[in-house]
């Protein structure tokens, strides 16, 4: 398929687990971002990539929070010590130029027990 | 930073009526503004979006206005279908692609046969 392409789709792990979340951006998309959605809730900025420099990382909310992308290419998304307010929809998005608008995949589903 | 507020939260209109979102933004440096429209489970997917060098754009049903002076603009949809039912995002951004998105709290749209 040609669209954002997430795994898992669902990820259940017991609080105090590391977890990581892969992100396949459309092929020649050079921007690459991760949000998070509460339930009931808009979609949240984590941090964003430009090629594989991380440009902005405002957006995590603690250092157990930490995303990669180191070819530009594919983007993980780790969260250590998982906690259960953590649990959200984790999605990602690119674009391919600067005027061209975000494109989401379908998120992966993260619950913490 | 960017705050953008969305109304109503949800809005029931019967088959054929027109539907109104309304959404605020804080920061006069935005420019760019997409409409996403999100199905239980899936991925939010852009219907329409305005650069702030437009008042008014359209797209069959959709049109989108923005008024710049006051920091406002609105979704509408005419001659609802049931298929159009959803939760509808906006959201604002300094840019298109390269930037982070900050998006509304969302509309449950329901529409009634």
């Known amino acids: 398929g040609a669209g954002v392409s997430q795994s898992p789709r669902y990820k259940v792990a017991k609080r105090g687990q590391d977890v990581a979340l892969r992100c396949d951006p459309i092929s020649g998309h050079v921007s690459l971002f991760w949000y998070q959605q509460a339930l009931g809730q808009g979609p949240e900025f984590l941090t964003y990539?430009?090629?594989?420099?991380?440009?902005?990382k405002s957006g995590l909310p603690s250092d157990r929070f930490f995303a990669e992308r180191p070819e530009g290419s594919v983007s993980t998304l780790k969260i250590q010590r998982t906690q259960q307010e953590d649990s959200a929809v984790y999605l990602c998005?690119?674009?391919?130029?600067?005027?061209?608008?975000?494109?989401f995949g379908d998120g992966t589903r993260l619950s913490i027990l | 930073g960017e705050n953008v507020e969305q109304h109503p939260s949800t809005l029931s209109v019967q088959e054929g009526d027109s539907a109104v979102i309304k959404c605020t933004y804080s920061d006069s440096a935005s420019n760019y503004f997409p409409w996403y429209k999100q199905e239980l489970g899936k991925r939010p997917q852009l219907i329409i979006d305005i650069r702030s060098n437009v008042g008014e754009k359209k797209d069959q049903r959709i049109a989108v206005t923005l008024n710049k002076t006051a920091k406002h603009f609105s979704l509408h949809i005419t001659e609802t279908q049931p298929e159009d039912s959803a939760v509808y995002f906006c959201?604002?951004?300094?840019?298109?692609?390269?930037?982070?998105?900050?998006f509304g709290t969302g509309t449950r749209l329901l529409v009634s046969p």
């Open positions: 959201a604002a951004s300094r840019n298109t692609g390269f930037q982070k998105l900050v």
């Open positions: 998005a690119s674009s391919p130029v600067e005027d061209q608008p975000q494109h």
């Open positions: 990539f430009q090629n594989e420099a991380q440009l902005d």
